[in-house]
């Protein structure tokens, strides 16, 4: 980036144009454009690595873990969808006979347990989301290159 420097009366006469030439690694250093978007407190706690370095080591485990996950999502799905297709196939073979209404009244006791402990639970959630932000604004590089990583190992 180049700054166009003003021209004395002399230099008016001269066809060329001169520029100031501006390091943009000390202009960057000096003025922490994510301190005015996310607060004064945040700021990368990796600083002694190049912004490249962060978003490398971001990408490489973000895509490691985005591969992971989708790979342990497609064994749950397949055994969940696996054991629910066994388990249709022996209902109708005459195997198993399946008292649906215990089911359901089951299943309404088990979402009320959980509705109940969601509720108690808020506190530690709130607080986990906040010490989550806070790490996030803190290490803006890493967790950028570790969003587009996981993206990656999700769609490879």
Not at 8 to 24: G, K, N
Not at 32 to 57: C, D, L
Not at 133 to 144: A, G, L, R, Y
Request: glycine share 10%; charged share 25%; with cysteine.
């Amino acid at each position: 980036m180049a700054a166009r420097r003003p021209r004395s009366a002399s230099e008016h006469d001269c066809d060329d144009d001169s520029y100031e030439v501006l390091d943009l690694t000390e202009y960057a250093r000096r003025h922490h454009w994510w301190n005015r978007v996310f607060g004064r407190n945040s700021g990368p706690i990796v600083e002694k690595y190049s912004v490249a370095t962060q978003i490398v080591m971001g990408g490489v485990t973000g895509w490691c873990a985005g591969f992971l996950f989708q790979k342990v999502g497609k064994l749950a799905a397949t055994a969940v969808g696996g054991g629910f297709l066994l388990l249709q196939i022996a209902s109708h073979s005459g195997y198993v006979q399946v008292d649906w209404k215990r089911v359901e009244k089951d299943v309404n006791k088990a979402k009320r347990q959980i509705k109940k402990r969601a509720n108690r639970a808020a506190p530690e959630i709130s607080s986990l989301i906040e010490e989550s932000t806070e790490f996030i604004k803190q290490n803006i590089v890493v967790s950028s290159g570790f969003v587009g990583g996981f993206l990656l190992g999700l769609a490879s």
